[in-house]
């Protein structure tokens, strides 16, 4: 099956500081999803993209689809408390008879005021 | 609006019990999807259920079986449990493709 690896594992940072993570397949993708999970909770969207080279920003998140389409990318900057969270990303390809998401295994952030 | 709905929220089972996790959506989606995560592991789909009327395996369905009652529901039930199922179970439904999946909060389900 599709793979994704997603970096890092874990991050612990300051607050205020920025962020980033991303997330590589050898398959093609055609969309790229971003999720956040909240201790105890289900993952909830934060960006979604669809479109090669797409840059999509939601309040200090921002998230890239590479041009390759095999990877994607999600920064968050000037980090608050309430980000601490898992975040997964996920991809479809709607192209190979694999009509699931495949789910990296997430990077979980932690946060120090 | 509730989303997606799971029942129970938490499960102690002994091994070889059966019990089955409840699933529901409210937002008309067609599709609606288990997983189960477990630490380390991200989030692996066990079975899926494209449209109505319609269910199909999943990467990890050893151990599970499914129902699609309705549109609104799908159920996953373990038929008998076994301490390797010890996980969260999420439940998702999607309109269709491409999707995000909007989930559930999840059932926390222990096996002895």
């Known amino acids: 099956g599709q793979q994704l690896n997603q970096s890092p594992q874990s991050m612990f940072i300051q607050e205020g500081e920025d962020v980033s993570m991303n997330c590589t397949s050898s398959?093609?993708?055609?969309?790229w999803l971003w999720y956040k999970q909240d201790p105890g909770e289900g993952p909830v969207l934060l960006i979604a993209l669809y479109k090669a080279g797409e840059l999509t920003s939601n309040g200090r998140l921002t998230a890239q689809f590479g041009i390759t389409r095999k990877d994607s990318f999600l920064n968050i900057s000037a980090s608050i408390p309430s980000d601490v969270g898992i975040y997964f990303c996920a991809g479809f390809d709607g192209d190979s008879g694999y009509s699931t998401l495949t789910f990296g295994k997430g990077t979980m952030l932690l946060v120090s005021p | 609006n509730a989303g997606v709905t799971q029942t129970p929220k938490f499960q102690v089972l002994k091994t070889g019990q059966s019990m089955t996790l409840q699933c529901a959506q409210d937002?008309?989606?067609?599709?609606m999807y288990w997983y189960r995560q477990d630490p380390g592991m991200g989030l692996r789909l066990i079975y899926y259920s494209a449209s109505e009327g319609t269910t199909d395996k999943g990467e990890v369905p050893n151990g599970y079986n499914v129902s699609r009652l309705n549109k609104r529901e799908f159920s996953l039930r373990l038929e008998s449990a076994a301490p390797s199922q010890t996980s969260v179970y999420f439940c998702?439904?999607?309109?269709?493709?491409?999707?995000?999946?909007?989930f559930g909060n999840g059932t926390r389900l222990t096996v002895t």
């Open positions: 998702a439904s999607s309109e269709g493709k491409p999707m995000p999946l909007h």
């Open positions: 937002m008309n989606h067609n599709s």
């Open positions: 398959s093609i993708f055609n969309t």
